[in-house]
């Protein structure tokens, strides 16, 4: 069997196009959607995703501040900046780049963001949301995996979904959306991390495997259900260039469906950013108030 590649980049593109008439839409009734992104340090890998979510905004007519802070500020500085865009009406999502510097204390920083401009859903009110089952925004990664599934006619009602990863950034949200009640969810989810006994016996009873562990091709052929679909999240810089956490090459003659790396989940990361920024405008729009009063 030779799999299927979902392909990220097209599928990004649809829903960018999406996301530019939803957009449009709202600028006509005199909304235009703002998303302001703070970077602090210079980290090259963040300044590459930042500088490529500030394009796909201007193409998808989203209004982008963007904040670049040295890495030596201090982090009453940046928490002033967030309570300033908070308080701004023209900006409906804020973007904190991860990694922080070492000094900043990262989940205070997240919990200053506004729940109702939280673009990357990270906010721990989103969260809870989102593991409620009534979410406003998801993060963005899991997210368009979700996305990617739906649209590439991925069954996950009844399916075992193994996610191999458990960050509060993909692994555990991603968990919390593929257990809802709901379309591209009610799936049996098990999350594997470093503490689960024997890897291998789980991910090879997934139906869809999802690898979110960040360690080069630590997913081989063999750990894979023929017919499985494979969701490769890894980004991993090697000599050999960029592979994901997935051996590609041996789970392609292995798997129904697979994505590449890149041009699989990367592309609708960023994608979702603005699909969520956007949602964030509209909400403010119509609802004139903070999500905290729903
Ligand atoms: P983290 O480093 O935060 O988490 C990695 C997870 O993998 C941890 O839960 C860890 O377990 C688990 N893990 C590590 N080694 C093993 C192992 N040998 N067996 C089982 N579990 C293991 O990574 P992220 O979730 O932030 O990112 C994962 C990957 O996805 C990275 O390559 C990152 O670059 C990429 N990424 C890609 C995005 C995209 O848009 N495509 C977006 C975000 C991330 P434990 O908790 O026990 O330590």
Redesign the pocket.
């Known amino acids: 069997m030779t799999a299927n590649i979902i392909d990220g980049k097209a599928i990004a593109k649809q829903v960018r196009e999406e996301v530019a008439e939803e957009a449009a839409a709202l600028v006509a009734t005199g909304v235009t959607p703002g998303l302001a992104t703070v970077l602090v340090g210079d980290d090259p890998a963040s300044h590459v995703y930042v500088r490529s979510k500030r394009k796909a905004c201007a193409e998808a007519g989203i209004k982008a501040w963007d904040h670049d802070l040295a890495a030596s500020t201090p982090q009453s500085e940046l928490l002033d900046l967030l309570d300033q865009l908070n308080a701004d009406p023209q900006v409906h999502g804020i973007l904190v780049q991860l990694p922080l510097p070492e000094h900043v204390d990262e989940q205070l920083v997240l919990d200053r963001v506004d729940p109702a401009k939280d673009a990357d859903g990270f906010h721990p009110y989103n969260l809870g949301r989102l593991l409620s089952g009534d979410r406003i925004v998801a993060p963005a990664?899991p997210a368009g995996i979700q996305e990617l599934l739906l649209r590439s006619n991925v069954e996950t009602s009844g399916a075992e979904v193994v996610v191999?990863?458990?960050?509060n950034?993909?692994?555990k949200p991603l968990a919390a959306l593929m257990v809802q009640k709901g379309p591209g969810a009610n799936a049996t989810v098990t999350v594997?991390?470093?503490?689960?006994r024997d890897?291998e016996k789980h991910t090879k009873r997934a139906d869809v495997l999802v690898a979110?562990?960040?360690?080069a091709k630590?997913i081989t052929g063999p750990m894979i259900r023929p017919g499985a679909a494979v969701i490769d999240?890894?980004?991993?810089r090697t000599d050999d260039g960029l592979v994901g956490?997935v051996d590609f090459e041996a789970a392609r003659e292995i798997a129904s469906a697979i994505t590449p790396v890149p041009g699989g989940?990367?592309p609708m990361?960023i994608a979702m950013l603005l699909k969520n920024t956007v949602a964030l405008a509209r909400r403010a729009s119509s609802a004139a108030g903070s999500v905290l009063n729903d």
């Open positions: 990664t191999v990863g458990r960050s950034i993909v692994g594997c991390h470093t503490g689960t890897l979110a562990i960040g360690r630590a999240v890894g980004i991993n956490d989940v990367g990361t």
